[in-house]
């Protein structure tokens, strides 16, 4: 489904990857772990097309897809999370996943009807699945930070994709609200038959949901494989896990 | 607002008409650069280049090549969009204050040209006396008809400004309830998101500066025959803030903001200049009471009012 192949990135002679390869295959549930500093977002931005490798590959649906831009990629069907909640903020939730629905379906640049009866339906079954009906109207800047995180997704999955990658999902979230979410994520991934492949700083969730786990470190590997694997690897304890636990 | 401007000529005296002609052409223009600065959230310091284009292009033809207005006028949008599309090609490569610049860059260049190329533009002396439209015929059918006819020129020409504005607008309302309109605002919120919702944030954006472009341009046409008579300042970057401080003033992003914000400008400058010639000074501080006390503009702050209101009678 995606693979990328040696990737590096420089920013002005750091190296903040240094030749990462990854596999993830269709409908499996992936993490990226690492800690702070470790190239994860970069990589993140590489796969999405925001950056440009110095090196590598990325191969999606066995096709090539390095250095294209987002927007295209978005049509091949790989949506995105960002970390810092990204949405547009002066438009109400529904707004939000309409839009993606009439962007996704090639409909933005129709300049005479009225853009609010377009995929009404679509959006609010959607909304339905992401929890946020009842908030339809609302101003999405005025949503909790959990809520806009679930209207992200939503905005997300208005795009049909087939891979989703998740940028930390439960960044900056309770406890309580971190287990709604994975729950929300894993009932969405299985029903709709989603490839998942997410970054997470919260252990538990990584090791609850995750099915193949890919460990970081400098902007290197330093570990792959299932939750078990990764778990019993000795440096991974040293740089990752054992700082934690010490 | 508009059935009530037809009736300026009958009920007032002709120098309202005259500036009821002015706000109505001034609110087009400052409309078309709101679907830049308020839907798009692309400041453009330039956006004068593309009313001085339409003004020439209507003045030359009608006045040196004697082509009739209903070609006219057309052409003033078409060749603005044109240019706006060339121009507009190169600025939407850029972000933020280095778009507003680049825009500025090409409106200088507008205004450079129309001030040296004497043979074409008149150069600085301009080009005075563009006809207005035919409208004999008009006489022709008043003959038959009651209530039509026994008007000036100026007159009827502000009727027929009226119409064409009034379309314009409706069309630019259109535009921006659109799902093209939206995905400009899915921009102005946040254009690294709109990337990944599948919009291509440049295309767009250039979209819509020519879309501004063909508007202010037949603003500009309108203006020239207006003001009997088109000028190189019409690109001069002077007129550029006139029309985005009247877009502020308004209100961005609601639609009948900058209306509202021409609307207020021109009666200020008018009622002001005859009694203080500090105008600069007034409008000065119009714009600092402006932007701490209202940041939305006029509009913004009428609408404000309003939910207020709203809220208030939905509790009692």
Known sequence: MLEVRGVAKNFAGFQALGGVSLTVSRRSISSIIGPNGAGKTTLFNVITGHLRPDAGQIIFKDRDVTGIAPHDLCRLGMGRSFQRTNIFPRLTVFQNVQAAFVSHRGRGFNLVAPVERLYREETEELLEAVGLSRQAGEVSGFLSHGGQKQLELGIALALEPEILLLDEPTAGMSAAETRDSIALIERLASDRHLTLLFTEHDMEVVFSIAQRITVLHQGRVIAEGTPEDVRRDGEVRRVYLGEKHR | ?316
Request: aromatic content about 16%; overall charge neutral.
């Open chain 2, 1 to 316: 607002m508009l059935a009530a401007a037809f009736f300026v000529p009958a009920l007032g005296s002709r120098f309202y008409t005259f500036l009821a002609n002015d706000v109505a052409i001034w609110a087009l223009f400052a409309t078309s650069l709101n679907l830049l600065v308020g839907y798009t959230g692309l400041v453009s310091f330039g956006h004068a280049a593309y009313f001085g284009i339409g003004a020439y292009t209507t003045g030359i033809l009608m006045k040196q090549l004697g082509v009739p207005f209903l070609l006219a006028f057309p052409a003033a949008g078409l060749l603005a969009g044109a240019l706006a599309l060339v121009f507009g090609f190169f600025c939407v490569r850029l972000t933020r204050i280095y778009f507003a610049m680049l825009t500025l860059a090409f409106a200088q260049i507008v205004w450079a040209i129309c001030f040296k190329w004497n043979e074409v533009t008149g150069g600085e002396q301009g080009m005075p006396e563009i006809p207005y439209p035919n409208f004999e015929w008009i006489d022709g059918v008043a003959a038959w008809l009651p209530f039509v006819g026994g008007y000036r020129a100026s007159e009827y020409f502000y009727f027929l400004s009226l119409v064409l504005v009034g379309l314009c607008m409706w069309s630019l309302h259109r535009i921006v309830r659109s799902p093209f309109g939206r995905m400009l605002e899915t921009i102005r919120e946040n254009a690294e998101r709109a990337e990944f919702i599948g919009v291509n944030v440049r295309l767009w954006e250039l979209a819509a500066f020519a879309l501004a472009g063909v508007f202010a341009g037949l603003a500009g046409g309108l203006f020239g025959i207006f003001n009997r008579g088109v000028f190189p300042d019409f690109a001069y970057w002077t007129k550029s803030s006139e029309v985005l401080i009247m877009t502020l003033l308004g209100g961005m992003g609601i639609f009948y903001g900058p209306t509202i914000g021409a609307l207020a400008l021109i009666v200020l400058n008018h009622q002001i200049t005859s009694y203080t010639e500090y105008w600069s000074l007034i409008l000065g501080s119009i714009l600092i009471l402006l932007l701490f006390v209202f940041p939305g503009g006029i509009g913004g702050a009428v609408a404000a009012l309003w939910r207020r209101l709203q809220t208030r009678v939905h509790h009692a």
